[in-house]
């Protein structure tokens, strides 16, 4: 605008000066001036063009610099509401990590209640104070065979064992898979019907490359196949595959069962429970027993010219060497005679098959597949009453032949275990087709160690147990596998004066079971106590 203003004066000024002029001169003025008229005309016009510009360029600018504030703003709001979402997010989760923590907390304060009440009632009924300062204290402990350390005083397996026959060489490796569940290395087992044997053929050839061996099961009506498979397939999620849908729940692993006593020579007490035991009957009667050997030539079983009969049969691998401690104990309470010792069936005769080897020089125990031939063979010899003092993880195939057992009118009378009153079922005990059987001392008392749950049926003295020893001798022995032949006893005498009839039999068992620790039915004593 200073520039407009400066050109306007300039030409007002040379207006001025041609005005004054002389006359002479002041004719050539209309010819000048509309050159300068025009001439300021431009001036105007091009300095208007470029104020024009100058607006134009400061108006953008201003328009760009409002744009970035307004995206600035924009943008802090998104991010401001983006946080307040994510610190809303945070508050929701620790809330809900809060409210789980709490409920968890709560369950656990529920459960610990419960435990506590359960362990308040145990302790009631334990013997008083004052008895145990009478003197007594010592005596009690050896009676319920409460060790003054730890249960587990022994060491614990390898998790490799190699077993071996009589000549040395390898028979066969059991290996530990989980705590406390053993099986025999990569062996697997199949319970198959004929016709399902075609159909393994047919559809899983594969498997059959690897079986080792196959044995007919006549009292079951089926084959059983065993399979030795490589690293690769010893698993459940390989080997299943290889089998059609149909045939998977009919097999299962190798599984390793343990022999349940404690060895102890201690003295009964005075009171209690009488000692010797009286038979439970007088009765000609068949027993079966799956155990290990039983020594037929030790004193307890040749009190008479002929002696009790027993009839043995092996069902280890090769030449694999059978202890006889663990089932001459259980054979000596059933039908042995000697110092302190009075039969339960003194006119017995015992089927005994026996299926366990030694995994060392205190342990016993016998694998699931042979279990299941024993219970196969003793279906075949027409005994009522099959006594299983062995106990072990659960098995598909194993429970199979409880069933099997059952529907031929034969009962499995099983030791519930030794692991304590806090550790988990054990098996075949635990099996709804088994009688399962707790132990208890002379004065009536449940012994320290033995399992405990609603699959307890009835209970029997089995702490301090007089029976039969290892080599020739006599001896007490302590566990729930030598409480389990007096149920058996009880269970061949019923089922013979019954007929047969099983239901008959186990409602007369329980009308004579002494109830013991809370009314009716526990989880301790199960229906109760029976003793001769």
Not at 418 to 427: E, I
Not at 439 to 452: H, L
Request: hydrophobic residues 40%; proline residues 6%.
């Amino acid at each position: 605008m200073r520039g407009l203003n400066c050109n306007l004066l300039r030409c007002t000024a040379l207006l001025i000066c041609v005005m004054l002029l002389p006359t002479a001169q002041t004719q050539v003025l209309p010819d000048v001036l509309p050159s300068v008229q025009k001439a300021a005309e431009r001036q105007a016009e091009q300095a208007r063009e470029r104020a024009t510009e100058r607006a134009r360029e400061r108006a953008a600018e201003r328009a760009g610099d409002r744009a970035v504030n307004l995206q600035n703003q924009a943008l802090e709001r998104v991010q401001n509401q983006a946080a307040e979402q994510a610190a809303g997010q945070a508050v929701n989760q620790l809330e809900r990590v809060q409210s789980r923590a709490v409920g968890r907390s709560q369950a656990q304060a529920e459960r610990a209640g419960t435990q506590a009440e359960q362990v308040q009632q145990r302790t009631e009924r334990l013997p008083p104070p004052a008895a145990l300062r009478q003197g007594r204290a010592e005596e009690r402990m050896q009676i319920q065979g409460q060790p003054s350390r730890p249960v587990n005083l022994l060491p614990s397996l390898p998790d490799r064992l190699e077993v071996a026959s009589q000549s040395g060489a390898p028979a066969f490796v059991e290996i530990n898979i989980e705590p406390g569940i053993r099986v025999l290395e990569r062996e697997w087992v199949l319970l198959i019907t004929s016709q399902q044997r075609i159909q393994l053929e047919a559809e899983a050839s594969e498997l059959l490359r690897f079986l080792v061996r196959e044995d007919s099961l006549e009292s079951f009506g089926r084959n059983i196949l065993t399979f030795r498979v490589p690293p690769d397939l010893d698993a459940d999620e390989a080997i299943l595959d290889l089998l059609p849908e149909s045939l998977r729940p009919l097999m299962d692993r190798n599984h390793v069962y343990q022999a349940q006593s404690d060895r102890r020579r201690l003295a009964g007490t005075k009171s209690g429970l009488p000692l010797p035991m009286s038979p439970v009957c007088e009765e000609s009667l068949s027993i079966g027993v799956i155990d290990s050997l039983v020594d037929i030539g030790h004193p307890a079983f040749n009190q008479n010219a002929t002696g009790p009969e027993v009839v043995q049969r092996r069902f280890m691998e090769g030449d694999v060497t059978s202890p006889l401690a663990h089932g001459t104990a259980v054979a000596g309470v059933l039908i042995g005679k000697g110092e302190n010792l009075v039969p339960v069936l003194p006119n017995g005769r015992i089927y005994s098959a026996a299926v366990v080897y030694a995994q060392d020089d205190y342990r016993q125990a016998a694998s699931a597949l042979n279990i299941i031939r024993a219970v196969d063979w003793l279906l075949e010899q027409r005994v009522g009453v099959i006594n299983i003092s062995l106990t072990g993880p659960p098995n598909r195939l194993l429970q199979q032949s409880m069933i099997t057992a059952r529907e031929h009118g034969t009962v499995l009378v099983a030791a519930a275990g030794n692991n304590g009153p806090f550790a988990g079922r054990l098996y075949p005990a635990a099996y709804p087709e088994v009688l399962a059987v707790t132990a208890v001392s002379q004065e009536k008392t449940v012994y320290r160690w033995a399992n405990q749950g609603d699959h307890i049926d009835f209970a029997a003295l089995g702490v301090a147990m007089p029976t039969a020893g290892k080599d020739g001798d006599f001896t007490y022995e302590s566990g729930t596998s030598l409480a389990a032949p007096v149920i058996s006893a009880f269970m061949a005498c019923q089922l013979n004066r019954s007929g047969g009839d099983v239901d008959a039999a186990l409602s007369a068992l329980n009308s004579m079971a002494e109830d013991l620790g809370e009314v009716g039915r526990d989880a301790v004593f199960g229906n109760g106590l029976l003793h001769p």
